[in-house]
Every structure is written in structure tokens, then in C-alpha cells.
């Protein structure tokens, strides 16, 4: 009976151990224990980093996210009355697109040309180049924001009392550079080979009347609405640049500066009370880096002489450009909010774009996102990253639309039964081309650009002397309409 007993027994523990995992098996062995431990400890751990790195990208993600949609101060209003001077080759088409997607997005109606793309420029502004100015189915316009060239008086005729006026200088020396590479087919410029050349010759064959020289002296000058020609000597100088700064300053309540873009977009953003997510961009019509070219410290000076005005005005708006921050933001507070903006703007670019970043025209596969070409530019574009959902889409397209395309979609939305009615995908408006064609000094109204045809617009008489000081018997007038 007993040997019985213990044969079971025997059989039973066999049986126990047969079932056991291998693992345990060796459980009573120090070194098994030990192994077990650590694995427990590092599966532990992994999991606790888990959920801390999630849970640091919630409250980061929250945060942003908070800062950015609803960091707004409480005793402001978002602004939906702007207007904006789109100087020329001062990156004002991405400032465009920003303005384009944040009238789009809050349905706001938009002051867009006649001929669609620009406000008859070089012409002064007149109200009645308005698309719609004088039709009953617009009752107010918001955001006025197209090429042309300012005339106060005719503007306040367009937009409200309370609309807030920016516009935005760049470096007089790097402007040049990038003006004769665009422009370069222009008469003023095609007679010489390099920007070096045409600075050399000292404006022995430059003329006040020759078609587009607008583009090649004092461009912001002229773009403000002032005469472009030469100063006689510095007493001039001193005269008409302190007229210019001086009218800007009555009729703008902001004056961004190229060269602190994201600087400039946190200024703005907080003169509008927008969020940091309604400037944020990415470079519309931008250059390649391989067609840029740097001047010598000779030619960089002879640049400050040729477009004296320009570099007066944008030597007094830098500074006042500082001034603004010291008083309002303050440096700590600018930072932290540029470092959030160029965080935001990289997030982007990884959730938007194919290749993280621009790309060469040649290499943009959606035909209807590719930029316009133009003079000896290569104008960089995008391409949109596939697989996005509905929603996610839509706003990265927004971001990287350019600016003939957004415009066209634009105009289509507020007068969808006059663009039925007209083709204009067949051709687009040459820049620079309506000058080439144009009759010089006709004192006839403008011809407007058929949907179907490219711009083709009469050359303006040139501003003279007396136009100098441009509405000045109504600057109390545009005072009046700062905020």
C-alpha cells in the first residue's frame, strides 16, 4: 500500500514538471530570478517613457494648439478690415496667400481687380478699377490686397473707416538684385548683361520715360505712389525723403520689414489680433538660390545712391520697425513667439509636402499648383503630400496655392457668373508685358484685361515735382483713421 502510494506520487510530480514552461523551470536558480527581474524592470520602464513622451506631446500639442487658436488678447477684436500694399519683390505674395486664406477661410469679400490680377499698375489706384465697386450685390468690402499704385484718397473711397494699412520694405541693395533678374527682359534693363554693368554706366542711359523704369529706381518709391526720379543734390534728397516717410506714416498703421520676416508676421499677427496659426506660410514666388547673385561692398553702395529714396525709407522704417517691438512686445516675447511660428511652420511642411520643402518648376507634378515663369527667375513651387484626409488637404493646398491660381479661385467665388461666362485659364498676364506694349504717356483711361487676353494697360505719365507730396492736404484725414 505504501509502495503504491509513493509510485503515484512519483508519477504526479513527473506530470507537474512536464507542464511547467521552460522558462520557470529554472526559476529556482539565482541567475533565472535575477534575468526575470531585470526583464520586468526594463518592460516596466518602457512602458512608463511610453506613456511620459505621450503624454509630453499632449500637453505640448495642447498647449500650442491653445496658444495658437485662441491667444488673443481679451480687450481685442480680430481686424477684417485690412488693407495691404503688395510692394514689389518683398516676398508680399506670401503675405498675400495669408491673406487670401484667411478671407477665404472666414468667407470675408475681397476688393480684387477689374482685370482680376492687379489694380491697372503702373497706373495710380482709382476706386472704380474695383471689381463690383458699383454694384448693389457688394455692400462692404474686407480685404484689399492686389498690386497697385497707392492713391489714398481713391482707396478710402473702397474700404472702411476702421481698416487697418500695412505694407512691407526690403533692403533697397537686395531688391535691385532681384528686380534685374525678374525684370530683365524689360528695355530699361535688356541692353545690359549684368546688374554690375547696369549700375556701372551711372544712368547715362537711363530716362525717366522709358517703359518700366519704375522697376529699376526707387520701386517703392513709386509703388507708394511718389515720383521715382533722382534727387538733384542731398538738399532734395532730404526734402522728398521726409515728405515720403512722412505721408507713409499718415496713412499706415504698420510697416513690416522683409528681413525679419517672422518677426514681422508676429507684429502683424498681434496689430490684427489674428493667431499665430493665421500667419503662418510657407515662401510663395520665391527664387531658387541658384539664380541669386551677391554684390560687391562697391556695387551695394552704388545701389544706395541709385535708389536714394528707397534706402531713406527703408533706413527710417527698420528702425521704427524695433521701436514698435521694444514698446509692444518686447524681445523675450517676440522670440518665444517667432520659435513657436518657424515650430509650427516645420510641422507643416512635414504634414503638407512631398518633399519637406520647395521645388523646382520642372519637378511641380500638379500643373495647377506650378508658379509663373518669368524673366530669368525660377520661381520654386510644391507639391502637395498624397493620402491627406479631406480637411487636411484642403488647408495645405490653401498654404501653397499661387498667387495668379488663388486669385482666379477668388474671383470665381464672389462673381461665379461672370467667370461662367469667361475662359481665362488660356492665358495669363505677362508682368512687365503691359508695359513693353503700352502706349507711353497717353493720358487715356487704362484698357482693362479681358478674361481672355493678357494685361494690356497704357503707360501712366510719370509723377512730377509737385505730386511730390502726394494727399498731404488729407493726412489729418488718414490719421483719423488709425486705431
Known sequence: MFMQLKRALRERSAISRGSIPPWSACGRAVFCRFLWRVLMFLTILFVALQLLSAFH???????????????????????????????????????????YRYGDTHNLTFALPENIYQFSYPHFFMSHFVKGMKSRRVTEFHIMCNHMRFQGL????????????????????????????????????????????????????????????????????FDFGFNNSAPSGEAELDERAE??????????????????FDESMVLLRHALCWTLDDVVSFRLNSRSEKTRKSLSVEMTEQVKKWSSLDWRLYQ????????????????????????????????????????????????????????????????????IRPGLDNDTHRFCHRLIMPELQYTRALYVKQFPDIAAKK?????????????????????????????????????????????????????????????
Open 57 to 99: 506631446q499632449f500637453w505640448n500639442n495642447k498647449q500650442t494648439s491653445s496658444f495658437l487658436t485662441s491667444d488673443r488678447n481679451a480687450m481685442c477684436q480680430p481686424k477684417n478690415h485690412v488693407f495691404f500694399l503688395k510692394t514689389h519683390k518683398t516676398a508680399s505674395s506670401t503675405i498675400l496667400n495669408i491673406l
Open 154 to 221: 481713391e482707396v478710402r473711397k473702397v474700404m472702411p473707416l476702421d481698416t487697418f494699412y500695412f505694407s512691407i520694405l526690403r533692403n533697397p541693395v537686395s531688391m535691385m538684385e532681384s528686380l534685374f533678374t525678374y525684370y530683365k527682359s524689360l528695355p530699361v534693363f535688356s541692353n545690359f548683361k549684368t546688374l554690375e554693368d547696369f549700375l556701372l554706366d551711372e544712368g547715362r542711359s537711363y530716362s525717366d520715360t522709358m517703359p518700366g523704369n519704375n522697376y529699376a529706381r526707387n520701386i517703392l518709391t
Open 243 to 260: 515728405a515720403l516717410i512722412s505721408a507713409v506714416e499718415s496713412e499706415f498703421h504698420l510697416i513690416l520689414i522683409l528681413e525679419y
Open 316 to 383: 527710417h522704417f527698420n528702425a521704427s520697425f524695433w521701436r514698435r517691438i521694444d514698446t509692444s512686445l518686447g524681445r523675450t516675447k517676440l522670440q518665444e513667439e517667432v520659435e513657436l511660428l518657424r515650430a509650427r511652420r516645420a510641422v507643416l511642411e512635414k504634414t503638407c509636402l512631398s518633399e519637406g520643402g520647395a521645388v523646382d518648376p520642372a519637378h511641380v507634378l500638379d500643373s495647377s499648383l506650378k508658379p509663373f515663369q518669368y524673366g530669368q527667375a525660377v520661381i520654386q513651387g510644391y507639391n
Open 423 to 483: 475662359d481665362e485659364g488660356k492665358k495669363r498676364p505677362t508682368p512687365g508685358k503691359h508695359i513693353i506694349n503700352a502706349k507711353r504717356n497717353s493720358t487715356s483711361a487704362p484698357v482693362t484685361e479681358n478674361l481672355n487676353s493678357t494685361v494690356q494697360v497704357n503707360m501712366p505719365i510719370l509723377a512730377k515735382d509737385n505730386m511730390d507730396v502726394k494727399d498731404n492736404a488729407n493726412s489729418a484725414e488718414a490719421k483719423q483713421h488709425k486705431t
